[in-house]
């Protein structure tokens, strides 16, 4: 699962550096901004969303509001927990691991199809209507 846990995080970061490129690629162009820009902001949009369930919401956490249990934050706490012991890992421990297994594979998949769909479509579009060339075009990611 760490594997699993540090592709995401990385296909995230590469997504967000894909996109600062192409969000400077379309200011300097001489296409119409709006269309290229919406695109660019609905994948950020989605990126947003599945951050705050793989971390948590940053403004609840900066308010001292309670929040569900995140991926990150399971295993964070087993890792902590876990560092110094001889013991084997607890029930609790194991059920949180297997919870947290879970949900980052529905998001690491949810990852995937925003970097091999709609990062690749945008880049097609960018592509067909001549804007300037940004880094790592046309990589498909794999693991």
């Not at 199809?113 to 990611?141: A, H, Q, W």
């Amino acid at each position: 699962m760490e594997a699993d846990y540090g592709n995401t995080q990385s296909m995230m970061s590469e997504i967000n550096q894909k996109l600062k490129y192409m969000r400077a690629a379309i200011v300097r162009s001489e296409q119409p901004f709006e269309t290229y820009a919406s695109a660019v902001l609905t994948i950020e949009n989605k990126l947003k969303a599945i951050s705050i369930g793989l971390y948590g919401d940053p403004i609840k956490s900066k308010l001292d509001l309670d929040q569900l249990q995140t991926p990150a934050n399971r295993i964070g706490t087993i890792s902590y927990e876990q560092k110094y012991t001889t013991s084997t890992p607890t029930k609790t421990h194991q059920d949180s691991y297997a919870i947290a297994k879970t949900e980052i594979d529905a998001i690491k998949k949810q990852v995937e199809t925003i970097y091999n769909v709609d990062v690749k479509k945008l880049e097609d579009k960018l592509v067909k209507s001549g804007m300037p060339y940004t880094p790592g075009r046309g990589y498909e990611f794999k693991n």
